[in-house]
């Protein structure tokens, strides 16, 4: 290393400060191939980051012609991939952590979701949970994220949550939620003006930063407000909007909003993206009408577990689909954790298939390949920008650096795919950037004011969590508003004897 350090000074080419270009030098690369149409491994390589941009690929450490003033960062050992990308999210809900490890769908409806929880929340609350919830996503190794923003209950929330998603410094799909809160009388008819204005100013209100406006609507269902629904097709494709996103369900759950009610508003097949989020229930012709229209599902794999939606079809989808995380506030928040779930779940459902035939498995039905592109490029390719999730001239300079030099779980890897989704953690995480900025560096955030963030965080999570221990838990009789009925799971009990039960939580 230390031979390595004089011969960049001896070069000029270390210790240059607010350089244009910087050379991520001496890694192993996991880049992207247009040509092969797959990943290819770059031993000892770098790569030349130009302002926002990946402005060359290289299969040496120190290419020559660099340009003047290179910043030289010194990656020996170490392993770069593409920034991991998220395909649904709610930042706004941060707040809650811990408060609801063991919720179910059911109840979140009726104790978490925007409805419930509109007239507890000041545009403050809202800020700061979604910024300190980016940076959880960023220390990660998250650097793009499709925010189902939900937390537009009124103009000051609204703002309040782009506002934090372009401080974050995250390339954040922002998609404004039209939705109608009844505890505060606020209809999508009254946040129709709200979002143009928005629109509008976008160029005011992004600045230079990363983040983009989106849509994201869950009426297009079976028996939709047409003319709402049409409203707010009409607003994506008047202000072409960077997505559209809508939460997917179907089965007993309702909530369907699949393809095939969302293309009767003349959205799929044009150039905005359409991302659906689980599509848990997706039937075979709404999935074969994603692959004629490229539209994608986002499989959030732990919500699904965690929750009881069920991932019954998604197994079959895997072509159209990228990764997200949906409410982090209840599990991990980390787009690894989530592909290396999903690639054990897709294995043991595969393999069960074989099992039930009183079979013996031969191949493993899923690689980490799979599950790593479902993490990276499979995503970008959702929000139809192939320049992200991906490590090619021409793309976005959105890259993590993993320390596999130092980490005890990643000692002895050869292959640095399966190092990073087997056997890493985001503790592993050396660096991060975005637009080719730093924005987590020698494993800490970027951010001269991350303290008081944090501080401020604290705060507003202790007054929200208080509100929500006073709160009574609800009780289900009877029958869903899908029409189905309620069902109680059998609760497991891992001690012997009466009266140990499911437990509380420890609040």
């Known amino acids: 290393m230390r031979r390595f ?12 400060v607010d350089a244009a270009s910087t050379l991520l030098s001496g890694g192993t690369i996991i880049a992207w191939d247009d040509n092969e149409n797959y990943l ?23 290419p020559s012609n660099l340009p003047s003033g290179t910043t030289v960062v010194d990656i020996s050992n170490q392993i770069l991939s593409p920034g991991f990308i998220d395909t649904h999210r709610h930042g706004w809900q ?3 952590k811990t408060i609801a490890s063991n919720t179910s769908l059911t109840e979140y409806f009726n104790r978490y979701g925007e409805y419930f929880s ?36 009124s103009a000051s ?21 039209f939705h109608n809160i009844t505890s505060l009388n606020y209809t999508a008819e009254d946040q129709f003006p709200l979002f143009r204005e928005m629109a509008e100013n976008k160029k005011a209100l992004l600045g230079n930063s990363a983040a983009e406006i989106g849509i994201a609507y869950d009426y297009w269902g079976s028996n939709p407000d047409i003319n709402e629904a049409q409203t707010v097709a009409d607003l994506a494709k008047e202000f072409n909007v960077s997505v559209v996103t809508t939460h997917s369900l179907a089965g007993p759950w309702a909530f369907s909003n699949l393809p095939s009610q969302v293309q009767r508003f003349d959205l799929l097949d044009g150039s905005i993206p359409v991302v659906f989020s689980h599509s848990s229930f997706i039937t075979a012709d709404d999935l074969q009408l994603l692959r004629s229209t490229n539209q994608y599902i986002s499989i959030t794999a732990e919500s699904e577990m965690q929750y009881g939606h069920g991932h019954p079809h998604s197994y079959y989808a895997q072509d159209q689909a990228a990764l997200g995380i949906d409410t982090h506030f209840t599990y991990s928040s980390d787009i690894l954790t989530q592909a290396r779930m999903w690639l054990q779940s897709a294995r043991h459902y595969f393999y069960n298939q074989v099992l039930e035939n009183w079979n013996v498995p031969t ?23 192939p320049d992200l999730g991906v490590i090619k001239v021409g793309a976005k300079a959105d890259l993590v ?9 990643m000692l002895g890897w050869e292959d640095p795919v399966a190092a990073i989704i087997l056997h890493a953690n985001i503790g592993d995480i050396l660096h991060v950037l975005i637009d080719g900025k730093f924005v987590k560096k020698d494993k800490k955030v970027v951010n001269s004011d991350y303290p008081t963030i944090r501080k401020n965080f604290l705060q507003a999570a202790k007054k929200i969590q208080k509100i929500w221990k006073e709160i009574p838990y609800p009780t289900y009789e009877g029958i869903f508003a899908s029409g ?15 009266g140990t039960g499911f437990g509380t939580q420890f609040l």
Request: charged share 15%.
């Open 40 to 62: 290819r491994i770059i031993q000892n390589g770098s790569v030349l980051v130009t302002n926002d941009r990946i402005a060359a690929v290289n299969s040496k450490p120190l």
């Open 363 to 385: 191949y493993n039905p899923m690689s980490v390949n799979q599950a790593f592109l479902l993490a990276t490029r499979s995503g970008g390719l959702a929000l139809r920008r």
């Open 118 to 153: 509109a007239d507890k929340f000041t545009a403050d609350d809202v800020y700061i949970s979604q910024l300190a919830g980016i940076y959880e996503a960023v220390n990660g190794g998250v650097t793009t994220i499709l925010d189902h923003a939900s937390h537009t209950w």
């Open 401 to 409: 650096v993993w320390d596999a030099e130092n980490s005890p779980s």
């Open 5 to 16: 350090q004089l011969l960049l000074g001896a070069l000029g080419l270390s210790n240059v």
């Open 94 to 96: 941060t707040v809650f």
């Open 484 to 498: 189905y009925s309620y069902g109680t799971p059998q609760a497991v009990d891992v001690q012997r004897g009466s």
């Open 157 to 177: 929330t609204s703002y309040a949550g782009l506002n934090a998603s372009v401080d974050s410094g995250a390339r954040v799909f922002w998609a404004f939620t």
